[in-house]
């Protein structure tokens, strides 16, 4: 069975840092592309960044280069996503996202497990 549980969300400050886990089970990182996204009511999906497991290549939404990593631990089948200098407009539900079998990044609506997601709110 897959599972994806996301961890680490929270309430910060302007210009505060948090670190979300992703742990997962149920497939191999050797086949698997991670995503981590987020939602805000009312607004699209949006794509934050990606992680192929096979090589550990990693890519980022626009909004967030140079501020936030996504890194693997592939012995713990977890996946991390360091969020720095966050921004009001941070704000939102994150979730994580495993696209099985696939060693490329493709649209969110192409991941077939989500986890539940966790909050992050950043104030201003």
């Known amino acids: 069975e897959v599972q994806l549980v996301e961890s680490g969300g929270g309430f910060i400050q302007t210009g505060g840092s948090l670190r979300l886990s992703c742990a997962t089970s149920?497939?191999?990182?050797?086949?698997?592309?991670i995503g981590w996204f987020r939602q805000v009511p009312g607004n699209e999906r949006e794509g934050v960044s990606w992680?192929?497991?096979?090589?550990?290549?990693?890519s980022y939404g626009d909004s967030v280069k140079g501020r936030f990593t996504i890194s693997s631990d592939n012995a713990k089948n977890t996946v991390y996503l360091q969020m720095n200098s966050l921004k009001p407009e941070d704000t939102g539900i994150y979730y994580c996202a495993a696209d099985p079998f696939v060693t490329t990044v493709r649209p969110w609506w192409e991941f077939d497990y989500w986890g539940h997601g966790v909050q992050v709110t950043v104030s201003s």
């Open positions: 992680i192929v497991g096979r090589d550990g290549s990693t």
């Open positions: 149920g497939f191999s990182f050797d086949e698997v592309v």
